[in-house]
Nanobody, 123 residues
Framework: QVQLLESGGGSVQAGKSLRLSCTVSRSPFSISALGWYRQAPGKQREYVAA???????NYADSVKGRFTISRDNAKNTVYLQMNSLKPEDTAVYYC?????????????????WGQGTQVTVSS
């Protein structure tokens, strides 16, 4: 069973930055696609960003140009650098992983989820 541990959330003012981290116990980590997702209160979980095993990235339109996903295969960790944060970015952020790029960018049929990390952006 893959274990996911997200961290780095917090409360910030609009316009500030945060960097989220997610450590993944999946092996081999290096060939897995990785994704970040978020769930705001009263809303369904939505896709945020993904990175493939060879570094190809993809972003939701709502975060394009503000968020950057990256990975460190030596540390089994995926990051989400979030700049120019907006109040509408407030949510619990989750990561997940799969060997299928399509499943990661759609968020469909993924494995179990971690606890997530709360991001709160005030205006």
């Amino acid at each position: 069973q893959v274990q996911l541990l997200e961290s780095g959330g917090g409360s910030v003012q609009a316009g500030k930055s945060l960097r989220l981290s997610c450590t993944v116990s999946r092996s081999p980590f290096s060939i897995s696609a990785l994704g970040w997702y978020r769930q705001a209160p009263g809303k369904q979980r939505e896709y945020v960003a993904a990175i493939s095993s060879d570094g190809i990235t993809n972003y939701a339109d709502s975060v394009k140009g503000r968020f950057t996903i990256s990975r460190d295969n030596a540390k089994n960790t995926v990051y989400l650098q979030m700049n120019s944060l907006k109040p509408e970015d407030t949510a619990v952020y989750y990561c997940n992983t799969d060997s299928s790029w399509r499943r990661v960018i759609t968020g469909v049929r993924l494995g179990s989820w971690g606890q997530g990390t709360q991001v709160t952006v005030s205006s």
